[in-house]
């Protein structure tokens, strides 16, 4: 079935860099995204949306970017600190919510 | 403002019984979804409830259902506990519908021996 994907399982960088984070959605007709961050133990929690009718989203740190030629949407994190490390997860919604699999970012001190 | 709240939190079970998941929204809203989420498979979708019905599915079998009441509490029941149901169950809740920002909660770790 249609399954939105990542590209990487795991992302490594060093404190204080940016980290981009991809995703791949397969349903064209998706019109609203989203990324979560999930810490371990914890519940998906929201970082930042972004609707069909848009290219980018800003957010404190956080950009959303949205190609829809290409069915691409990417997470930027600005200057990583170590609380951002987490498994991130981007989802296309229609009729109901599809997950990529996470992405794992490791900020390295 | 109370965030989502599931229980219980953890929980374990044999292969046949069956078990019920509940979830509270946060204050006002009434969409609550439901999703398993594994190591294999990552978070799947269930179901979402809308003023006590069931508006979306997702695909899972018939042993897992659930119902809304109308404080907009929800829950999930699986039947005949399988191994593999061992997961887990996320639920989370939005004002009106799935296209909006959701919410949440915890989780509940099911076990199933």
């Known amino acids: 079935g249609e399954n939105v994907g990542l590209h990487l399982p795991t992302l490594s960088v060093q404190e204080g860099d940016n980290s981009i984070i991809n995703c791949a959605y397969s349903?064209?007709?998706?019109?609203?995204f989203i990324w979560y961050k999930q810490e371990s133990g914890k519940g998906p929690q929201f970082i930042i949306d972004?609707?069909?009718?848009?290219d980018k989203r800003q957010g404190q740190r956080v950009t959303v970017l949205l190609n829809k030629t290409v069915k691409h949407l990417s997470l930027q994190i600005a200057a990583t600190q170590p609380g951002d490390s987490a498994v991130y997860f981007c989802a296309e919604t229609l009729n109901d919510m599809r997950f990529g699999a996470g992405t794992r970012l490791t900020v390295k001190p | 403002k109370a965030g989502v709240t599931q229980t219980p939190r953890y929980l374990i079970k044999t292969r046949g019984q069956q078990v019920t998941l509940s979830c509270s929204p946060i204050?006002?809203?009434?969409?609550v979804s439901w999703y398993q989420q594994t190591p294999g498979q990552g978070l799947q979708f269930l179901f979402e409830y809308f003023s006590e019905t069931q508006r979306n599915k997702g695909n899972f079998p018939g042993r897992f259902s659930g119902r809304q009441f109308s404080n907009s509490r929800s829950e999930m029941n699986v039947s005949t506990l399988e191994l593999g149901d061992s997961a887990l169950y996320l639920c989370?809740?939005?004002?009106?519908?799935?296209?909006?920002?959701?919410?949440f909660g915890p989780g509940t770790r099911l076990l199933v021996l």
């Open positions: 204050s006002g809203h009434r969409s």
């Open positions: 349903n064209s007709a998706s019109d609203y």
């Open positions: 989370a809740s939005s004002f009106g519908n799935i296209q909006e920002t959701q919410y």
């Open positions: 972004i609707r069909s009718n848009m």
